[in-house]
Nanobody
Framework: QVQLVESGGGLVQAGGSLRLSCAAS????????MGWFRQAPGKEREFVAT????????YYADSVKGRFTISRDNAENTVYLQMNSLKPEDTAVYYC????????????????WGQGTQVTVSS
């Protein structure tokens, strides 16, 4: 099990940028694939991005490809989500999640979740 704490959310104008961070507890962070998901009001939680244990491979939802970048620092037990060219439709609560070993784009495959951080993009 790993405990996750997100930070970095806030209010930004359309076209702006934010960087989310997710700090993980424990000494086995590098054993987990990490993912970012988001949930807008009245909508289901959706996949945003995921990164493999080593950070060597990343995968993105089509809606954020080319604008968002997921990365990780295993020495610091932290995963990041750099969000550029933000749009109002990116407004949501963003969650990071951890899954042992292999990556997945399905929220049901992730065991551990953070509390979420709100991102609001104004038009």
């Amino acid at each position: 099990q790993v405990q996750l704490v997100e930070s970095g959310g806030g209010l930004v104008q359309a076209g702006g940028s934010l960087r989310l961070s997710c700090a993980a507890s424990g000494r086995t962070f590098s054993s987990y694939a990490m993912g970012w998901f988001r949930q807008a009001p009245g909508k289901e939680r959706e996949f945003v991005a995921t990164i493999t244990r080593s950070g060597g491979n990343t995968y993105y939802a089509d809606s954020v490809k080319g604008r968002f970048t997921i990365s990780r620092d295993n020495a610091e037990n932290t995963v990041y989500l750099q969000m550029n060219s933000l749009k109002p439709e990116d407004t949501a609560v963003y969650y990071c999640a951890a899954r042992p070993y292999s990556w997945s784009g399905r929220s049901a495959d992730y065991n551990d979740w953070g509390q979420g951080t709100q991102v609001t993009v104004s038009s």
